[in-house]
């Protein structure tokens, strides 16, 4: 008997994904630079680098480091800035097989809105707001903080008329709260999360791996942390849409961050050793629903069996 292929579609809200798999912002470039080394047909969507008001040169080297299976990076948000960005990227958009998303930075709510606004200029379908950039005066991340998330995400909701997603951090002492203050100010979803704070040193120079010393810590260890982060806001926020992000290998990670609430899911870290992670992570996914013949994504979003 011939079975019906599993229906890989999901939503995020309004939005329509052809699958859960979503390429990371900041790991798969401008994503028009980056369709060359990737096959983007696995994805949904793919978010492209964070661009921010005017141009930020980023940290000096060492700016990246290995960290046991995971990876430290301190690298600044280096980018041309959005004039540039509108450019130079906007018109190659649409050579791209994916929908891409742009990410907003900015040093406060206005920078943020106009940086949104130049994107939609730009083309892309949706903007992720990047919260967990330390920009606030005392240097600590706009999402650790709800009220100064919620500010940033109104203004950004103010100046575009496309989708909007918040980024969020797992450092945040209460995530479900800084969900619910984007949500309530406009986000049409949340990414959960971004990198964890890290350091490392090298033994044998005692300096510290990255310039910064304190950088992002990303890779498998972040699942765990990450699927927290999505449980409980699925938990308490059970009609507010969820994009899984952390530590995502293969076709199992994926499911498991379905299962926890998520209704998609991003593939970030991976990029760097494989480019065409999700060609082969889309193929794991799809088997394993096939196996237990899963009709549709959807059949398994917030599917978690209490003890």
Request: one cysteine or more; glycine letters at 12%; hydrophobic letters at 45%.
């Given at each position: 008997?011939?079975?019906?292929?599993?229906?890989?579609?999901?939503?995020?809200?309004?939005?329509?994904?052809?699958?859960?798999?979503?390429?990371?912002?900041?790991?798969?470039?401008?994503?028009?630079?980056?369709?060359?080394?990737?096959?983007?047909?696995?994805?949904?969507?793919?978010?492209?680098?964070?661009?921010?008001?005017?141009?930020?040169?980023?940290?000096?080297?060492?700016?990246?480091?290995?960290?046991?299976?995971g990876m430290l990076n301190g690298i600044g948000i280096q980018n041309p800035g959005i004039d540039a960005w509108e450019m130079e990227i906007g018109p190659r958009l649409r050579d791209v097989d994916v929908p891409v998303w742009g990410s907003?930075?900015?040093?406060?709510?206005?920078?943020?809105?106009?940086?949104?606004?130049?994107?939609?200029?730009?083309?892309?379908?949706?903007?992720?707001?990047?919260?967990?950039?330390?920009?606030?005066?005392?240097?600590?991340?706009?999402?650790?903080?709800?009220?100064?998330?919620?500010?940033?995400?109104?203004a950004v909701r103010g100046a575009t008329a496309l989708p909007v997603g918040a980024k969020l951090s797992p450092n945040a002492v209460d995530i479900v709260a800084i969900a619910d203050a984007v949500a309530t100010a406009g986000a049409d979803?949340?990414?959960?999360?971004?990198?964890?704070?890290?350091?490392?040193?090298?033994?044998?120079?005692?300096?510290?791996?990255?310039?910064?010393?304190?950088?992002?810590?990303?890779?498998?260890?972040?699942?765990?942390?990450?699927?927290?982060?999505?449980?409980?806001?699925?938990?308490?926020?059970?009609?507010?849409?969820?994009?899984?992000?952390?530590?995502?290998?293969?076709?199992?990670?994926?499911?498991?961050?379905?299962?926890?609430?998520?209704?998609?899911?991003?593939?970030?870290?991976?990029?760097?050793?494989?480019?065409?992670?999700?060609?082969?992570?889309?193929?794991?996914?799809?088997?394993?629903?096939?196996?237990?013949?899963?009709?549709?994504?959807?059949?398994?979003?917030?599917?978690?069996?209490?003890?």
């Open positions: 008997m011939k079975h019906t292929e599993p229906d890989l579609t999901t939503t995020l809200g309004s939005v329509t994904l052809r699958t859960p798999l979503i390429a990371a912002s900041g790991t798969v470039g401008s994503v028009v630079d980056f369709s060359g080394a990737a096959d983007f047909r696995a994805y949904g969507a793919a978010v492209a680098k964070s661009v921010s008001p005017v141009p930020w040169a980023g940290r000096v080297p060492p700016r990246l480091a290995p960290a046991g299976s907003a930075v900015g040093d406060d709510p206005a920078g943020f809105a106009g940086v949104a606004a130049g994107l939609e200029r730009a083309g892309v379908a949706a903007v992720e707001v990047n919260l967990s950039c330390p920009n606030l005066a005392d240097g600590h991340l706009f999402a650790l903080d709800a009220s100064a998330s919620a500010a940033v995400v109104g979803w949340v990414v959960l999360t971004n990198t964890v704070w890290g350091a490392g040193f090298d033994v044998d120079t005692r300096r510290p791996r990255l310039s910064s010393v304190v950088g992002g810590y990303s890779g498998p260890p972040l699942k765990p942390i990450a699927l927290r982060c999505v449980w409980e806001v699925a938990q308490a926020l059970p009609g507010l849409p969820i994009i899984g992000c952390g530590g995502v290998q293969n076709g199992a990670d994926v499911v498991e961050y379905l299962i926890a609430g998520a209704s998609a899911v991003c593939v970030g870290t991976a990029h760097f050793a494989e480019p065409r992670a999700g060609r082969r992570i889309m193929g794991e996914l799809e088997r394993f629903m096939r196996k237990r013949r899963i009709a549709a994504t959807h059949d398994l979003v917030g599917t978690v069996e209490p003890w």
